[in-house]
């Protein structure tokens, strides 16, 4: 897909799902840290959903999407808390780099990246975690409607549990419906939940 074309399919995605709350696997992984909250980043921030979340909630922010429009609607937001303490990085994840800290939230971005890219990525992810720290995110399963997609991470429900053998699993849900995708198409969706903490 063209830049421009993947910029007006973002708009569009961030149009669709604007207002919507924080993804229930942030929110149980929060709640998990109790009143303590550390510092955390939000891979593929989006409009920051979820950045919010972590903010309102004390937590030291870097967000990443490599989307320029994602970061100016999120520094844009009337629900933004004055005091936050966020920094944001418009950058592919792939390539970014980030502090050492709490919590990784990826909330349904993992499988954008390309599966060349992944296991890297991944090794990048547990690094930054400190032990006791927590991943919170999605892996698509091979159902879902755009696992025929070779530009997507896809991984089986066993390639999932087996990268979380560094993490003691916490949450691990399997949701499989028939629904549509913020932009409004039908979508065949074959989703993992997970909330893990490094070992
Ligand atoms: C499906 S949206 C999810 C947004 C948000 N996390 C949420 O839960 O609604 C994926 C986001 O990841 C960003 N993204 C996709 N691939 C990326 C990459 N390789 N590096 C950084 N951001 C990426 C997109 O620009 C988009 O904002």
């Known amino acids: 897909m063209a830049q421009d074309e993947r910029d007006k399919a973002w708009r569009a995605y961030y149009d669709g799902v604007a207002g919507r709350p924080p993804r229930p696997t942030l929110i149980e992984a929060l709640d998990r840290f109790g ?3 550390g510092r955390a980043v939000d891979l593929g921030c989006g409009d920051g959903r979820d950045t919010i979340e972590l903010l309102r909630r004390g937590w030291l922010v870097t967000a990443i999407d490599a989307e320029p429009e ?13 005091d936050g303490v966020l920094s944001t990085r418009c950058t592919r994840f792939e390539e970014a780099v980030w502090p050492i800290g709490d919590l990784v939230n990826a909330s349904f971005v993992l499988p954008l990246c390309p599966p060349a890219m992944f296991p890297a990525l991944w090794t990048k992810i547990a690094d930054s975690l400190r032990p006791g720290g927590r991943f919170a995110g999605q892996f698509y399963g091979p159902r879902d409607g755009w696992a025929d997609d070779a530009a997507m991470t896809i991984v089986t429900e066993a390639q999932a549990r087996g990268l979380l053998d560094a993490y003691a699993i ?9 629904s549509v995708t913020p932009r409004g198409k039908p979508k065949h969706w074959h989703i993992f939940h997970v909330v893990a903490r490094k070992r």
């Open 170 to 178: 916490e949450r691990f849900t399997e949701e499989e419906t028939d």
């Open 70 to 82: 994602a970061l100016a609607r999120l520094v844009a937001r009337a629900d933004l808390p004055p």
């Open 35 to 37: 009143s303590n909250p």
